[in-house]
T-cell receptor
Framework: QKEVEQNSGPLSVPEGAIASLNCTYS??????FFWYRQYSGKSPELIMF????GDKEDGRFTAQLNKASQYVSLLIRDSQPSDSATYLC??????????FGQGTRLTINP | EPEVTQTPSHQVTQMGQEVILRCVPI?????FYWYRQILGQKVEFLVS????????KSEIFDDQFSVERPDGSNFTLKIRSTKLEDSAMYFC????????????FGPGTRLLVL
């Protein structure tokens, strides 16, 4: 069974600080890694994807991938109250389906 | 910006009834998906569809489920005889290619089976 694990939180971060979200996956054949944001009652919204080991930056967001450790992370710099949401890690292997983690609920405190 | 659309946004049905959930994927996308999310749980893959046929399905996608692309724009999920445990948010998604391609999600249909 291919698993994606996330700390469900809640993770509470003061406004302006860095939020760090982590994800581990069990399938070593996984090729693509995605971070989605989901507001309560809404659909997943893509934030970033990463395919190669290392860091990938997009604005205030940085995704980090370490395939040897089977670990993906998302850093959010200068956190804003609007960043308060559940962050979903999703992993794709050679097949088409995304395997999602449980999600980490993030709260940014003004 | 192109987006995936879904109708209806909410559906209430009686157990045993048939429901059809509708989706319009992004126009140049070739791969289509259905996922569901039971309240408080993970987003779960149901089925993927390419070139007018199912390319992958999960064990959740049993004989009571079917998918169809009845025309050039719509993609539907039919649940033949709904059960209480089918109550969930159903998300349609689409992607342009298969490999290393992001999936864009529609707003979802909230299905409640009574």
């Amino acid at each position: 069974q291919k698993e994606v694990e996330q700390n469900s939180g809640p993770l509470s971060v003061p406004e302006g600080a860095i939020a760090s979200l982590n994800c581990t996956y069990s399938d070593r054949g996984s090729q693509s890694f995605f971070w989605y944001r989901q507001y309560s009652g809404k659909s997943p919204e893509l934030i970033m994807f990463i395919y190669s080991n290392g860091d990938k930056e997009d604005g205030r967001f940085t995704a980090q991938l370490n395939k040897a450790s089977q670990y993906v992370s998302l850093l959010i710099r200068d956190s804003q109250p609007s960043d308060s949401a559940t962050y979903l890690c999703a992993v794709k292997g050679g097949a088409q389906k995304l395997v999602f983690g449980q999600g980490t609920r993030l709260t940014i405190n003004p | 910006e192109p987006e995936v659309t879904q109708t209806p946004s909410h559906q209430v049905t009686q157990m045993g009834q048939e429901v059809i959930l509708r989706c319009v994927p992004i126009s140049n996308h070739l791969y289509f998906y259905w996922y569901r999310q039971i309240l408080g749980q993970k987003v779960e893959f149901l089925v993927s569809f390419y070139n007018n046929e199912i390319s992958e399905k999960s064990e959740i996608f049993d004989d009571q489920f079917s998918v169809e692309r009845p025309d050039g724009s719509n993609f539907t999920l039919k649940i033949r005889s709904t059960k209480l445990e089918d109550s969930a948010m159903y998300f349609c998604a689409s992607s342009e290619r298969k490999v290393q391609e992001t999936q864009y999600f529609g707003p979802g249909t909230r299905l409640l089976v009574l």
